[in-house]
Nanobody
Framework: QVQLVESGGGLVQAGESLRLSCAAS????????MGWFRQAPGKEREFVAT????????YYADSVKGRFTISRDNAKNTVYLQMNSLKPEDTAVYYC?????????????????WGQGTQVTVSS
């Protein structure tokens, strides 16, 4: 099992940036892919970005491609989500998750451990 703690959320204006961090403990961090998901009020949790075990492969939802960047530091057991050019529709609780495999994936059912989430609010 992996314990995940997100940080870095907050309230920003449209066009500004935020960087989310997710610190992991438990299983060997470099053994699994990581992902970011988000959930807006009244909506289902949706995929945002994923990165494979080494950081060599990433994949993004179309809605964030070109604005968000996922990265990881295996020495620090941490995954990041750099969010630029934020829009009001990016407002949501953001969750990091640890996959049950090394390969990056956008499928929720391939993630076995989840953090508690961090709120991101973007005002217009």
């Amino acid at each position: 099992q992996v314990q995940l703690v997100e940080s870095g959320g907050g309230l920003v204006q449209a066009g500004e940036s935020l960087r989310l961090s997710c610190a992991a403990s438990g299983r060997t961090f470099s053994n699994y892919a990581m992902g970011w998901f988000r959930q807006a009020p009244g909506k289902e949790r949706e995929f945002v970005a994923t990165i494979n075990w080494s950081g060599s492969s990433t994949y993004y939802a179309d809605s964030v491609k070109g604005r968000f960047t996922i990265s990881r530091d295996n020495a620090k057991n941490t995954v990041y989500l750099q969010m630029n050019s934020l829009k009001p529709e990016d407002t949501a609780v953001y969750y990091c998750a640890a996959a049950n495999q090394e390969r990056s994936t956008s499928r929720r059912n391939e993630y076995r451990d989840w953090g508690q989430g961090t709120q991101v609010t973007v005002s217009s």
